[in-house]
Nanobody, 119 residues
Framework: QVQLVESGGGLVQAGGSLRLSCAASGSIFSINAMGWYRQAPGKQRELVAR???????NYADSVKGRFSISRDNAKNAAYLQMNSLKPEDTAVYYC?????????????WGQGTQVTVSS
């Protein structure tokens, strides 16, 4: 059983910063990609940032230069540093990982953490 626990969300003023954390637990042999997604009210869930097992990253255009994703493979953890936050960044942020099993890869999602940016 794989579980993801997210933390670090909250309320912040525009221009402020937050750091989200995601920790995976369970009998995990190997994690391929780790990523952060977000879903604002009335909108579809979208990719914010993703990092592979070797550290390659990609970001949504809307967050490039402001957000930074990192991971700690020893801790099965991922982080999202969010700077220069804007009201349009308000959303529920979800951590997602791709675990490699013998039978093939499988995705797991966290429960989500609310990020609210006030203007």
């Amino acid at each position: 059983q794989v579980q993801l626990v997210e933390s670090g969300g909250g309320l912040v003023q525009a221009g402020g910063s937050l750091r989200l954390s995601c920790a995976a637990s369970g009998s995990i042999f190997s994690i391929n990609a780790m990523g952060w997604y977000r879903q604002a009210p009335g909108k579809q869930r979208e990719l914010v940032a993703r990092i592979t097992s070797v550290g390659s990253t990609n970001y949504a255009d809307s967050v490039k230069g402001r957000f930074s994703i990192s991971r700690d493979n020893a801790k099965n953890a991922a982080y999202l540093q969010m700077n220069s936050l804007k009201p349009e960044d308000t959303a529920v942020y979800y951590c997602a990982i791709e675990v490699v099993w013998v039978a093939g890869p499988e995705a797991y999602w966290g429960q989500g953490t609310q990020v609210t940016v006030s203007s």
